[in-house]
Each structure stands twice: as structure tokens, then as C-alpha cells.
């Protein structure tokens, strides 16, 4: 079992990804839709498929490091259904939002509400069921080894 520490730590790395992920991705849907005039749902579709490769990406660089090569059936899988129901939730309420505030800002803070919901079931399915504790200890006992 992985030391509370290195999964508190794990979490920390996700919290600042997830951080730069929002960053990147309101900014896409706030020009996606108010600057190009796209619809509020199909701008947080794209929004959300052009944010889900980076974050992915730097998931896996900074949160869950040096364990190779991805496990492309399972790493890709769980991560892109993971962001499938991120998108799901977020449309809910952005349609929602859309409909009953009106655009601007409110589909902004929708698509946010709609994953900050799905945020800490994606850090504990890929924590605790992709990147298990087996695999990550065998990674930080060789990191270990090597220092």
C-alpha cells in the first residue's frame, strides 16, 4: 500500500494540474463560444475534447510519472470515460445555465460546477484503480533506489 504521503502528495500534483486545466479550459470555451459565437453546448463539447488530450498528457507527466509507456487500453479508456462523464455533467448544466441565465459568464461557471462534481471521482478511480498503489511504490522504490 502506497504511503499516505506519496497519495497526499499525488494529490496535491492533481489539484495543480486540475488548476491549469480550468485555465485552459474556460479559456477555450469562453472563446469558443462569446468570441466565435458557437452554441453554449457544442462550445463546451469542444472546449472539453481540446482540454481533455493536455490534461491527460500532463496527468501523466506530473501527477503519475515515470511509469512508462501508457497503458493505452486502460490509461486512455479510464481517462476518456472519466471525461466523458465530466462533459455529461457539464453540459447538463451548462444547457441549464444557458437556459435559465442566459450566456456570458454563467456557461463558463457551469461547465466549471459540472466538473468540479466528477473532479475528485477522477482522482480516486485513477489513483486507486489505474495507477495502483502496487504500481506507483514499485515506481518510488526505484526512484528511490536511483537517488
Known amino acids: 500500500m502506497a504511503r499516505p504521503t506519496a497519495r497526499?502528495?499525488?494529490l496535491v500534483r492533481f489539484a495543480v494540474v486540475s488548476a491549469g486545466s480550468v485555465i485552459t479550459g474556460q479559456a477555450l470555451l469562453y472563446w469558443i463560444h462569446s468570441v466565435l459565437g458557437v452554441r453554449p453546448t457544442v462550445a463546451n463539447?469542444?472546449?472539453?475534447?481540446?482540454?481533455?488530450?493536455?490534461?491527460?498528457?500532463?496527468?501523466r507527466a506530473?501527477?503519475?510519472p515515470g511509469l512508462g509507456r501508457p497503458r493505452m487500453r486502460v490509461e486512455v479508456a479510464?481517462?476518456?470515460?472519466?471525461?466523458?462523464?465530466g462533459l455529461a455533467v457539464s453540459t447538463?448544466?451548462?444547457?441549464?445555465?444557458?437556459?435559465?441565465l442566459g450566456d456570458g459568464l454563467?456557461?463558463?461557471a457551469a461547465n466549471l460546477?459540472?466538473?468540479?462534481?466528477?473532479?475528485?471521482a477522477r482522482f480516486l478511480v485513477l489513483d486507486r484503480m489505474i495507477y495502483t498503489d502496487k504500481l506507483v511504490s514499485a515506481r518510488e522504490r526505484h526512484d528511490s533506489d536511483d537517488r
Do not use: D, K, P
Open 8 to 10: 497526499r502528495e499525488r
Open 113 to 120: 460546477a459540472g466538473f468540479g462534481m466528477v473532479w475528485i
Open 78 to 85: 479510464a481517462f476518456s470515460a472519466l471525461s466523458v462523464a
Open 106 to 108: 454563467w456557461i463558463n
Open 62 to 64: 506530473l501527477v503519475w
Open 92 to 100: 447538463v448544466t451548462v444547457a441549464l445555465a444557458a437556459a435559465t
Open 45 to 59: 463539447l469542444l472546449s472539453t475534447v481540446g482540454n481533455t488530450v493536455l490534461v491527460f498528457v500532463a496527468n
